[in-house]
């Protein structure tokens, strides 16, 4: 099983199930998750156990679909028989391949035969580095720092010189597109570690760079005035304006961040960015359409977006706290029964009203994530125009809902 042929392939996080079906269901040609431990996000995401390894690969799989386990923390010598059960574990499980940042992790999966891709902490900025990691990898994620113009000169030196990975294919290159960025140098932060114990480079940070802080002279007691007090705190990357110039960079996989974020956020960003790369190839990618996807993420969690280093900015551009989305949900309610035949939902109202012409949100961890708008509900088995606490609505949907999932009102949100 391979990506798309000749288009970016996406990829997409999946920091739960719920998270994991959106992607999939919205057009994400590859997924990429953590089990427990050794992995960026052991702490800010639900993460996956052992046990769920098959499940994840089956999903993946029949949808056509890559599947791959992020090994990318620090790995101290305590750490190497967790790493190799996991490696044993992706191996028997099928996973397409493991995202590494440590040579002795790099080994074992190699030795395991399983697909190598470098993360970025391992901070390759330059071609004769690349080649040094050939020979365990098929794909590389270049240093976060790095210009398009940069990415584009390894990209042909790489078609020049015929580099090749473990597989006999020419190295890929895969950069990151879009969400959190740190400040830090490829994400190589110590601060959390300094100030609470609590390792980033672990998957534990406390994300001391999101916080104000004011900054006095010690000497003379005197507090300089700082326009932003958020000064470490960057906005999020997007790259959907300027796609094509990533295309033309020779990207070849294009990662989403976002294994700590709501289901609903990798639906959208992942339908947008279908939708956007699928133009690209198709030559519809028009400054309209650009515009329209914009306001799409804009809907989504998100600190504001700016372009990152990708087209040659020196200095970050800094946020301020919380969400900047356009839109937010409120929960109602939980699914109580569906009818396949007929196609209708029900769900039971534990919170706030709903009404006809509401926009609504349902996720659940096989029915990933659904957004609709509401024409027509029962309440309490009789049309209706409302539902309260208490009632049961009947919702046409044409996807079967289960207990477990939830139903939201998703409402605009002034920032």
Not at 92 to 119: K, N, P, T, W, Y
Request: net charge neutral; aromatic share 8%.
């Amino acid at each position: 099983m391979r990506k798309r042929a000749d288009k970016i392939e996406l990829m997409a996080p999946a920091g739960s199930w719920e998270a994991l079906q959106a992607a999939i269901d919205n057009g994400a040609d590859s997924i990429y998750f953590g089990v427990e431990q050794l992995n960026m996000r052991a702490v800010s995401s639900i993460n996956f156990t052992l046990e769920d390894l098959p499940e994840i690969v089956k999903r993946c799989e029949n949808n056509g679909v890559r599947s791959y386990l992020t090994l990318n923390t620090i790995v101290y010598d305590h750490d190497l028989m967790v790493a190799k059960k996991l490696i044993k574990a992706a191996k028997e499980a099928g996973v397409s391949a493991v995202i590494v940042a440590d040579q002795a992790v790099m080994f074992m999966a190699r030795e395991a035969g399983l697909e190598v891709h470098i993360s970025t902490q391992i901070n390759i900025t330059n071609v004769e580095t690349l080649k040094f990691y050939s020979t365990f990898a098929d794909t590389m994620v270049l240093s976060r720092e790095l210009s398009l113009r940069q990415v584009k000169h390894i990209t042909k030196e790489i078609e020049r010189q015929q580099i090749k990975g473990p597989s006999g294919r020419l190295v890929e290159i895969e950069i990151f597109g879009h969400g959190a960025l740190c400040m830090a140098v490829s994400g190589k932060c110590h601060m959390s570690l300094h100030t609470y114990n609590s390792s980033a480079n672990r998957g534990a940070c406390k994300q001391n760079c999101r916080k104000p802080y004011i900054v006095i002279d010690k000497e003379s007691g005197i507090e300089l005035e700082i326009d932003n007090e958020y000064i470490m705190s960057p906005k999020d990357l997007m790259v959907l304006d300027f796609l094509d110039q990533v295309k033309d960079a020779g990207v070849r996989v294009l990662k989403l961040e976002g294994r700590g974020r709501a289901p609903e956020y990798v639906a959208t960003t992942v339908r947008t960015y279908r939708e956007a790369i699928d133009a690209l190839y198709e030559g519809t990618f028009t400054p309209e359409r650009v515009e329209k996807w914009v306001e799409q993420l804009a809907t989504v969690y998100n600190r504001g977006f700016w372009s990152g280093y990708y087209l040659g900015k020196k200095l970050g551009e800094w946020t301020t706290p919380g969400s900047h989305a356009t839109q937010k949900k409120i929960y109602l309610g939980k699914g109580w029964h569906y009818y396949p035949k007929a196609q209708v939902a029900e769900f039971k109202i534990e919170a706030f009203d709903l009404k006809k012409g509401d926009k609504i949100l349902i996720t659940g961890p096989t029915t990933g994530v659904i957004e609709t708008n509401i024409n027509e509900m029962y309440v309490n088995d009789t049309p209706g125009e409302s539902a309260k606490k208490g009632d049961i609505v009947s919702i046409k949907i044409d996807k079967k809902i289960r207990p477990a999932d939830k139903l939201y009102k998703l409402v605009k949100n002034e920032v």
